[in-house]
């Protein structure tokens, strides 16, 4: 289980490397009554994603599991090009529009805190598509040959290192009290520089993958 546990954590932390929701956390910590609003905001993420985890882990996860054993799965390489194929269309669409989305606020409705916790779910919910790094963790955590609560635990550890950069935000907020607000505001407009373009490579690069091995396999 020691093999498994320190390939979960290292996919957990690739994974929580998302421009995404640290942007919008960082929204959400630069106003007022930031711990009611992040704390809502992590725990949708939270939630949503582990929820998303059961349902591959009890479904579909034994796809993964063959698909890394190299059992032919119908219809892979067919799915392969066209996720792949959609991956590039966002992926030039996110980039093209760069500049533009780089200015673009919430809206204000979804500050408040009683819309934190759907605003993380919904956000979940949009990233779980591309989430490769957590179908890796899963892939793993069922080839591991572990009991159930064995199982459980490590989807555990891999949604709370997914929500650690969150929590962190939280943390540095509280911690730096009023001056928390200027200083989240000015990491905040320099990961919107970046969401972009990191998306936009991201999807790109996987999209490439997913299509050179997809037509591979259809035209091969």
């Known amino acids: 289980m020691l093999a498994a546990t320190a390939v979960v954590a290292a996919l957990g932390v690739a994974d929580s490397i998302n ?21 809502g905001f992590i725990a949708g993420v939270f939630g949503v994603y582990l929820a998303g985890g059961l349902a591959l882990m009890l479904g579909p996860a034994e796809l993964l599991h063959g698909a890394l054993a190299g059992v032919e799965i119908p219809g892979a390489d067919a799915a392969a090009l066209v996720a792949g194929a959609g991956l590039l269309v966002i992926a030039v669409a996110v980039w093209t529009r760069r500049t533009h989305l ?15 916790v759907a605003l ?18 899963i892939a793993v955590i069922v080839s591991a040959d572990l009991g159930t609560v064995s199982q459980l635990v490590l989807l555990g550890i891999f949604n709370l290192l997914y929500v650690l950069p969150l929590a962190l935000v939280l943390v540095a907020r509280l911690a730096l009290g009023p001056r928390g607000h ?22 790109g690069g996987i999209g490439v993958l997913l299509v050179v091995r997809g037509a591979g396999g259809v035209l091969g």
């Not at 919008?24 to 106003?31: C, D, E, N, P, T």
């Not at 780089?102 to 934190?116: H, I, K, Q, T, Y």
């Open 19 to 39: 421009p995404v929701t640290i942007l919008v956390a960082m929204y959400l910590g630069s106003g007022p009554d930031p711990a009611r609003r992040l704390g």
């Open 102 to 116: 780089a200015r673009v606020p919430l809206p204000d409705a979804l500050m408040r805190p009683g819309s934190a």
């Open 120 to 137: 993380g779910a919904v956000v979940t919910v949009l990233d779980l598509p591309t989430a490769f790094p957590y179908f890796g963790a």
């Open 182 to 203: 200027t200083v989240l505001a000015q990491a905040r407009g320099a990961v919107q520089r970046i969401a972009a373009p990191l998306l936009a490579a991201g999807a």
